[in-house]
């Protein structure tokens, strides 16, 4: 199970820090991966993370102004998001993702086996 915890209401330039919390260790051969829905767009996946590997993978769309981490006593992955856009508004879920290969990929489909309930992150002035 994933707990997302974090966002709010901020203004533009600021920063917030998401948590995705897992209620069990996360497995070697999983990837957790930070998406993003704005309301009426597709979702999308913006930054993932294979703790077990170290690879990360991030958007075109936040590359430079998201980090992605965990902390494995938290058993969490984190995204660290500065210098946020009004088009950043959106809810974000976390979701665990098999994964075989060493670079984690941030798509949807049958390999996302658990998703989080969501936190909305909105970015205005």
């Known amino acids: 199970r994933l707990v997302e915890s974090g966002g709010g209401l901020v203004q533009p330039g600021e920063s917030l820090r998401l948590s995705c919390a897992a209620s069990?260790?996360?497995?070697?051969?999983?990837?957790i991966v930070w998406f993003r829905q704005a309301p009426g767009k597709d979702r999308e996946g913006i930054a993932c993370?294979?703790?077990?590997?170290?690879?990360?993978n991030y958007a075109d769309s936040v590359k430079g102004r998201f980090t992605i981490s965990n902390d494995r006593d938290k058993n969490t992955v984190d995204l660290q998001m500065n210098g946020l856009k009004p088009e950043d508004t959106a809810v974000y879920l976390c979701a665990a993702r098999r994964s075989a290969q060493f670079k984690c990929v941030m798509s949807q489909g049958p390999s996302i086996t658990d998703w989080g309930q969501g936190t909305q992150v909105t970015v205005s002035s």
């Open positions: 993370m294979k703790a077990s590997v170290g690879s990360r």
């Open positions: 069990e260790n996360i497995r070697d051969d999983y990837a």
